[in-house]
């Protein structure tokens, strides 16, 4: 029997603690299941305080060939990380928490997150990797506005084209900040309300609303 093998027996056959009866399944940091080599994506926070943090997508088994496994998507500045960390945790564990699976923590060093909720991840990390910071909060808000199925399709929309650390600030990169750090959620959403016309002023000179 061959290493890899011995690995999956002994991952099937490991007995679940009354700490795992809990949950659904058993996890690892943020929602990845414990199972050999699974897609997801890592968050490494590296130890210096100022060092910047990688966000990363690991394929796993989908993966065509062992080089072309992990992508890296987006690297944010210490700061700017440190300015969503505790939003996107109270997020992804209400979520977990909805699906009965364990709670997850931000540590020193790689934090492995669901495929899904990576996706979420990267496009509000690259919505506010080149925005002033004070933009940051109201991307923040944006984001979490969003329902996650338009933020796995904004990723998808994203990735085709942008989603490599050399396309920062280059096409559905830019619009991304553009719609959550520039606008506020509830101004893009408002309803047009029409305008009483005018009898008294002159028909060509009218100019009707941008979505008329």
Same mark, same amino acid.
């Given at each position: ?88 945790? +109270?997020?992804?564990?209400?979520? #977990?928490? /909805?699906?009965? %699976? ?7 060093? *790689? ?65 991304? +900040?553009?719609?959550?750090?520039? #606008?506020? /959620?509830?101004? %893009? ?7 009483? *016309? ?15």
């Amino acid at each position: 029997m061959n290493a890899t093998a011995q690995k999956m027996q002994t991952m099937t056959h490991k007995p679940r603690s009354k700490a795992d009866s809990r949950y659904a399944h058993r996890t690892r940091g943020f929602g990845v299941p414990a199972t050999l080599d699974p897609h997801h994506y890592q968050v490494h926070i590296p130890r210096g305080a100022k060092q910047p943090v990688l966000i990363r997508e690991n394929l796993g088994m989908q993966a065509e060939r062992e080089d072309k496994a992990v992508i890296d998507r987006v690297c944010l500045e210490r700061y700017r990380w440190r300015a969503i960390a505790n939003e996107v945790k +109270r997020a992804f564990n209400q979520r #977990l928490k /909805q699906q009965k %699976l364990a709670a997850g923590q931000w540590k020193v060093g *790689e934090n492995p997150v669901d495929r899904l909720l990576g996706k979420e991840l990267c496009v509000l990390a690259w919505a506010i990797e080149d925005v002033n910071p004070d933009q940051i909060g109201l991307a923040i808000r944006n984001w979490l506005a969003l329902r996650p199925e338009e933020r796995w399709w904004l990723f998808g929309m994203t990735a085709m084209a942008t989603g490599g650390l050399q396309d920062r600030g280059k096409g559905w990169r830019q619009a991304l +900040r553009y719609a959550l750090a520039d #606008l506020p /959620q509830a101004t %893009l959403l408002q309803p047009c309300t029409p305008q009483p *016309e005018d009898k008294g002023a002159d028909s060509g000179s009218i100019t009707p609303d941008l979505f008329d």
